[in-house]
């Protein structure tokens, strides 16, 4: 295997004076000689652009796809999750901020040495339907996510991104014959709380999610809601109309904030607050509304839109009880959206 410190990037453009355009996410850094992008993990050395994290797995594990979250896509199955340290947000409450923020924090790239071919026999191992790119950026660690999906694919496995939806049109389309979902955050429906709290930009968050529709990769979307910045009825109900023009069946997860990282001065969300997105969600117009960080909470549910039956029932990340029939409502028989749902 190939130096995995030194693996070529995809998506970049020379320039001159040995400067190079990365054309990976939205941010399309140019990158001296020398220096790193935003992400901290793509190198620019003389004119080409290497990746630092291909192979080196910070974190895995074995997780319920009903943890990404993902309530409408293999419910019920085991999912195996990889990341690389590194992103290209710099959110002030990441919860993921010992591996996602290192290069940037501590200009230390680390990981454990384990090539695409050895995820995918673990996946398989563990008898998990899919591999998820998670815990941190999967577009940053893409030629590493990339290789892994398109050997995964071929075996009969899913792929699925965790994602801030901040990939290149060019590198979605890549991926697409070997991406089958993404839950992708909209962490506000503001501009300046994308530009203030996470350094980027809202509307390639916008074009991005409607990109992954339009695609035909399963999406879901969620929502951390973070008291007095992003909790207003007016933005709620604009992020769930924003949804519901995308696609009123995208589920839409509404998740409880806690304090973290360097936004420790703000209390955790309120149940009711999470109650009253809910609503809006579903007053709005979107079939499927989901409480999350709240075990026990009726939202974690899933229910038919149609009629208002109970399909799903969930404690945390488990299914208790599913009553759906193939794919469809017993009670009223009408289609409920998702992928082998």
Known sequence: MADPDRREAMFYTPMDESKVRCGLCNHY???????TGICGVRLNEGGRLYTLVYGK???????????????????????????????????RNCQNYEISQMPRDHNRIFGENLPPEDVVEAAKRYRCDSISY????PTIFYEYAYETARIA????LKNIFVTNGYISEEALKTVKPYLDAANIDLKSFSDSFYRENCGARLKPVLDSIRLHRELGIWVEVTTLIIPTMNDSEDELRSIAGFIKSVGE??????????????????????VST???????????????????????DEGENTYCYNCGERLIRRFG?????????????????????????
């Not at 979250?69 to 959110?91: A, D, E, K, M, Q």
């Not at 998670?134 to 950026?137: A, F, N, R």
């Not at 589920?251 to 904030?257: E, L, N, R, T």
Request: glycine share 10%.
């Open 274 to 296: 999470l109650k009253k997105a809910r609503r809006i969600g579903l007053d709005v117009g979107l079939r499927y509304v989901y409480v999350g960080n709240v075990p026990g």
């Open 134 to 137: 998670t815990y941190t950026e």
């Open 317 to 341: 990340y488990e299914i208790l009880e599913n009553k759906i029939v193939d794919s469809k409502c017993p009670k009223c028989g009408v289609e409920i959206d998702g992928v082998e749902i």
């Open 57 to 91: 797995a910070a974190a895995t594990g074995i997780d319920p796809v009903e943890k990404k979250p993902l309530y409408h896509f293999h419910p019920g199955s085991s999912t195996y999750s990889i990341s690389t340290v590194g992103c290209n947000f710099r959110c």
């Open 249 to 270: 069946e995208i589920p839409w997860h509404v998740s409880q904030f806690y304090p973290m990282y360097r936004l420790l001065d703000l209390p955790r969300t309120p």
């Open 153 to 156: 694919s071929k075996q009969g």
């Open 29 to 35: 850094c140019t990158i001296l000689d020398g220096k």
